[in-house]
């Protein structure tokens, strides 16, 4: 599998974005679809994650309120909408490929090259 991201860019505080995530193909070896941020000298943490299965969401508590991870099969592709952005959203955003709805990184072992997310103050 193949994952591309595209979406992202430079926003306003207070303004909004929706990152996509596609994935060449859908397999039941590969039912989540996961979220992962990495600021600069920061180290990568966990958005959001969801299942191709049933549409089963997982979210960081650190964006619940802002942030909503959706999924449209017949595109194979996941969205994460963004809302009400901070400065400290600023990271590359990346998708990632795995057998489960987790927020470990270790357990996604497809990635995709990643996005630029930049809000201004």
């Known amino acids: 599998v193949q994952l591309v991201e595209s979406g992202g860019g430079l926003v306003q505080a207070g303004g909004c974005l929706r990152l996509?995530?596609?994935?060449?193909?859908?397999?039941?070896?590969?039912?989540?679809i996961g979220w992962f941020r990495q600021a600069s000298g920061k180290e990568r943490e966990f958005v959001a994650a969801i299942t191709w299965s049933t549409g089963s969401t997982y979210t960081a508590d650190f964006v619940k309120g802002r942030i909503t991870i959706s999924r449209d099969n017949a595109k194979n592709t996941v969205y994460l909408q963004m809302n009400s952005l901070r400065p400290e959203d600023t990271a590359v955003y990346y998708c990632?490929?795995?057998?489960?709805?987790?927020?470990?990184?270790?357990?996604?072992?497809?990635w995709g090259q990643g996005t630029q997310v930049t809000v201004s103050s």
């Open positions: 990632a490929s795995g057998k489960a709805r987790t927020s470990r990184a270790e357990y996604y072992d497809v």
């Open positions: 996509s995530c596609v994935a060449s193909e859908r397999t039941s070896r590969r039912d989540a």
